[in-house]
């Protein structure tokens, strides 16, 4: 008796594709209602926030001395786990829902639905947080444009530290991609990054040990500030190394879930 080897890919306008893998998760983020409410909640607060310091800044407030660009997008802080919480719900959520079967029925290999979600997230994620900043320091200007923190978009450092906050916030979402892969539950792995990203480095800071400090400005949320900063406070990483140590972060967490992703039962 012999045995029929099935193709691995279905044949004419059944094959699957990147560009079909790729369309296939754009399609399942933009039709959730959810994935455009956590995002215009990350754009809000942005712009809620940067106006707020925009109309009430004075220069003789005693803040004379905080970088424009951070003092503008100050809200970005609160934007980031807004933007943590889509990325594990592009992950853990369909697991929660059973949607990752039908997933990874269709592409067996596994690891391009992953490598998809990460590029789908990449390119929406950043293209609307770079939007949102740049149009919060703009209309914030409009209100500073005569204290000591008026600022253009040509000084130095000020476009590279816009699109470095945007660029912070992405790489934190990959940070919760993988979290939501690795743990495959939305609690779980929201309260991973909280925990772990946000809190434990506070606690951390607090430790009277230098050489602890000094490791602790390569971590996640040190990083991503360091990047959104037009001058860099002392104690900061370069932005150079502010990037790699987060594109570091986010492709190690991406890895191990892309490795058990391999091993484990959908």
Known sequence: MT???LPTTAPGPYRITPARILRSEWHKLRSLRSSWTTLASASVLILGVGLLMGTTYTSDGGDSDIDTVVLVLYGS?????CVAVLA???TAGEYATGMIRAS?????????????KAAVLTATVFT??????LLTFVLAQIWLQDTDQAASLTDPGVFGAITGTAVGITLL?????GLGALLRSVPGAIGAYIGGVLVLPQILA???????RTALAYGPTRAAAAL????????????AGALLALCLWAGAILGCAALLLRRRDA
């Not at 802080?77 to 786990?81: C, E, F, S, T, V």
């Not at 609307?128 to 900043?133: D, I, K, N, S, V």
């Not at 607090?206 to 602890?212: F, H, I």
């Not at 959104?228 to 370069?238: N, R, Y």
């Open 3 to 5: 045995t029929e080897t």
């Open 77 to 81: 802080l609160l934007a980031a786990p």
């Open 88 to 90: 594990v719900l592009m």
């Open 104 to 116: 990874l029925t269709a592409v067996p290999r596994r690891l391009p639905v992953l490598w998809a």
């Open 128 to 133: 609307t947080m770079l939007a949102t900043c």
């Open 173 to 177: 979402s990959l940070i919760g991609l």
């Open 206 to 212: 607090a430790l009277p040990y230098e050489s602890l």
């Open 228 to 239: 959104g900063s037009a001058t860099p406070s002392p104690g900061d990483a370069s932005t």
